[in-house]
């Protein structure tokens, strides 16, 4: 059975890191773009950041660049999402998922979503 599992939320101050990871499983990570999504309360998926199978180009919506980072390791099927200088507004419940269809200029397409880990940005 082919399955994400993300794990490393929890409850930080504005300012602080976290690091989130998300491991595959059924299935190996190599053939596959990735993407972090969140969402907020109230509010639609968001995606934070794509990586390509190699890892060699990553994307990053304009609310986090500079502040997340996304990588990969193959080896080990995860993918892992590095988020520093944590805002309020970034309090949501993240995703782990896997991309079916990627065209530019257009939000990805995904086929297989984690449960989740909820951030929470809170003084």
């Known amino acids: 059975q082919e399955q994400l599992v993300e794990s490393g939320g929890g409850l930080v101050q504005p300012g602080g890191s976290l690091r989130l990871s998300c491991v595959a499983s059924?299935?190996?990570?190599?053939?596959?773009?990735l993407a972090w999504v969140r969402q907020a309360p109230g509010k639609g998926p968001e995606w934070v950041s794509i990586?390509?199978?190699?890892?060699?180009?990553?994307r990053y919506a304009d609310s986090v660049k500079g502040r997340f980072t996304i990588t990969r390791d193959n080896f080990k099927n995860t993918v892992y999402l590095q988020m520093a200088s944590l805002k309020l507004e970034d309090t949501a419940l993240y995703y782990c998922?896997?991309?079916?269809?990627?065209?530019?200029?257009?939000?990805?397409?995904?086929?297989?979503w984690g449960q989740g880990t909820q951030v929470t940005v809170s003084s």
């Open positions: 990586i390509s199978t190699g890892g060699s180009k990553t």
């Open positions: 059924g299935f190996t990570i190599n053939s596959w773009h």
């Open positions: 998922a896997r991309i079916s269809k990627f065209i530019a200029g257009a939000d990805p397409e995904y086929d297989l």
